[in-house]
């Protein structure tokens, strides 16, 4: 089974701070997709980005990017600029490729806040 | 049209009660998930839908029953829930690339949250 580890529950940032949210990840797979997604305060789940394992280039969406690390096992998210929207909860989702519908499997989540 | 729709946005039942929960999505998805949330931990899976058959049960309670009926509509039937059920329901859905290589994208609606007195 595969599991999700997100070491750091509550985060804080200044606004236009960067910041990195730490994720790692047990797998014997070696074909799997990894993504990040934000949940605000209205609850709604967010797609912020996705990497493809079999990739060595890390993902990029604007101000999101990823330090992915395969041997490691550990896919951090970078959040440059921070701005007030993106208070919200971070998952750190690891999906193995099975067809027929594929599982996602989040971990804890760290709670980010933006500050003034 | 990007949008995962799930009715009704709150729900109070009490534990006799039979309900239902509706998730509809318009992008040609052909898989459809349900994850329940609990308060401040990550959403859990419960069912997935993949060509309108389920292809996935994560061992859930009978008194959770889900349904199908099209490609673009998913239902959750609840009846004779426990107050330790009350949570946040999310629907998803996402094209189903097989075993392809292709990981898709999940889009989520914005959940029912469940009450269950």
């Known amino acids: 089974a595969q599991t999700v580890t997100q070491s750091q529950p509550e985060m804080s940032v200044q606004e236009a701070e960067t910041v990195t949210l730490s994720c790692t990840y047990d797998t014997s797979e070696n074909n799997y997709y990894l993504f990040w997604y934000k949940q605000p305060p209205s609850r709604q789940m967010i797609l912020v980005i996705r990497q493809e394992a079999y990739k060595q280039q890390n993902a990029t969406e604007n101000r999101f990017s990823v330090n992915f690390q395969k041997a490691a096992k550990s896919f951090s998210l970078k959040i440059s600029d921070s701005q007030l929207g993106d208070t919200a909860m971070y998952f750190c989702?690891?999906?193995?490729?099975?067809?027929?519908?594929?599982?996602?499997?989040f971990g804890t989540g760290t709670q980010l806040k933006v500050e003034l | 049209d990007t949008e995962v729709t799930q009715t009704p946005k709150h729900l109070v039942m009490g534990m006799t009660n039979k309900k239902s929960l509706k998730c509809e999505q318009h992008?040609?998805?052909?898989?459809m998930y349900w994850y329940k949330q609990k308060a401040k931990k990550p959403p859990e899976l419960m069912f997935v839908y993949s060509y309108e058959k389920l292809s996935i049960n994560e061992s859930v309670p009978s008194r959770f029953s889900p349904e199908c009926p099209n490609s673009s509509l998913l239902n959750l039937h609840l009846h004779a829930l426990q107050p330790e059920d009350s949570a946040l329901y999310l629907c998803?859905?996402?094209?189903?690339?097989?075993?392809?290589?292709?990981?898709?994208?999940?889009?989520f609606g914005s959940g029912t949250q469940l009450s269950v007195l």
């Open positions: 998803a859905s996402s094209q189903d690339y097989g075993t392809g290589g292709l990981g898709e994208k999940l889009f």
């Open positions: 992008m040609g998805h052909r898989a």
């Open positions: 989702a690891f999906m193995r490729i099975t067809g027929g519908g594929n599982k996602l499997t």
